[in-house]
Nanobody, 117 residues
Framework: QVQLVESGGGLVQAGGSLRLSCVAS????????MGWYRQGPGKQRELVAR???????RYADSVKARFTITRDNAKNAVYLQMNSLKPEDTAPYYC???????????WGQGTQVTVSS
């Protein structure tokens, strides 16, 4: 069973930066996309950033120009560089991998990001 191991979360002041990492415990076949989601208090889980196999990226409007998603295919890893953090960015962040091979979707356990004002 593949596990997605996330790291890089923590407590930071508003305006600061964090870099999240997500590495798969073993190779995932036929990855179609990798991404990050978050779930703020009382909210539904939402897409933060996504990058597909053609390196086409998509971002939530609220993080555009502040966050950058990248991937390392050789390491089955995805990263999220978060700059100019705001208190409203506070949430657990979840790594997600989509594949065209079963089980098709993988989720990490989440890493907490807390931004103080």
């Amino acid at each position: 069973q593949v596990q997605l191991v996330e790291s890089g979360g923590g407590l930071v002041q508003a305006g600061g930066s964090l870099r999240l990492s997500c590495v798969a415990s073993k190779s995932i076949q036929r990855i179609s996309a990798m991404g990050w989601y978050r779930q703020g208090p009382g909210k539904q889980r939402e897409l933060v950033a996504r990058i597909n196999s053609d390196d086409i990226t998509r971002y939530a409007d609220s993080v555009k120009a502040r966050f950058t998603i990248t991937r390392d295919n050789a390491k089955n890893a995805v990263y999220l560089q978060m700059n100019s953090l705001k208190p409203e960015d506070t949430a657990p962040y979840y790594c997600n991998v989509e594949s065209s091979a079963a089980p098709y979707v993988h989720w990490g356990q989440g890493t907490q990001v807390t931004v103080s004002s």
